[in-house]
């Protein structure tokens, strides 16, 4: 890992993630009712929950209000969920002033524009392979993987790795 990088991973209190395009591949699905679907990856969700069992907080802000996020993020148990909220930095200025975090201790991936504001103000700025250009030449490090097929388990897995917490999860998953 680059030196650079693990320090800026080293200090990460919190993840905040954007959804379209990050946690999910960004296609809108809707079926023949109108119905909206969306596909979340289960080992984005598994990363997730290593970071909040690893002392992580994991926060959302999305441009889009849908009910399907909601149900997601119940399930990983994700207390902090922004959606509808199209000006993201002033989502991301509410949630500094609820958890205390100073930005410098927050990791944001997000894929497009709209996200750039947010991207430009934390200590780890990360977006997915398939992001908008501009997103990636102001991102520190930007995933193999594109949105909604693991990105956000690979950042995760950077964080944890940083933090030296990765292994002692593993050794713990291997021991039971």
């Not at 080293?10 to 379209?20: C, E, K, N, S, T």
């Not at 410098?104 to 991207?119: E, N, R, S």
């Not at 693991?150 to 950077?158: F, H, M, S, T, W």
Request: aromatic share 6%; glycine share 8%; net charge negative.
């Amino acid at each position: 890992m680059d030196p650079a990088l693990k320090i800026r991973a080293m200090a990460i209190r919190m993840l905040v993630l954007d959804v379209d395009g990050v946690l999910t591949d960004g296609n809108l699905y809707f079926d023949q009712t109108g119905k909206e679907m969306k596909a979340f990856n289960t080992r984005d969700g598994l990363g997730i929950k290593a970071l909040q069992h690893s002392g992580i907080e994991v926060a959302v802000i999305t441009g889009r209000k849908s009910n399907i996020v909601s149900q997601r993020m119940a399930q990983l148990d994700i207390q902090h969920v922004y959606q509808g909220r199209e000006d993201k930095l002033n989502a991301f200025e509410q949630l500094l002033q609820i958890t205390g975090f100073d930005p410098k201790q927050v990791c944001y991936a997000g894929d497009d524009w709209i996200d750039l504001p947010v991207l430009v103000r934390v200590g780890l700025a990360v977006t997915v392979a398939d992001a908008e250009e501009r997103v990636k030449q102001q991102s520190h490090w930007i995933t193999t993987r594109e949105g909604g097929r693991g990105a956000v388990r690979e950042i995760c897995n950077l964080i944890l790795a940083a933090q030296g917490k990765e292994q002692p999860i593993v050794d713990k998953i291997l021991a039971s």
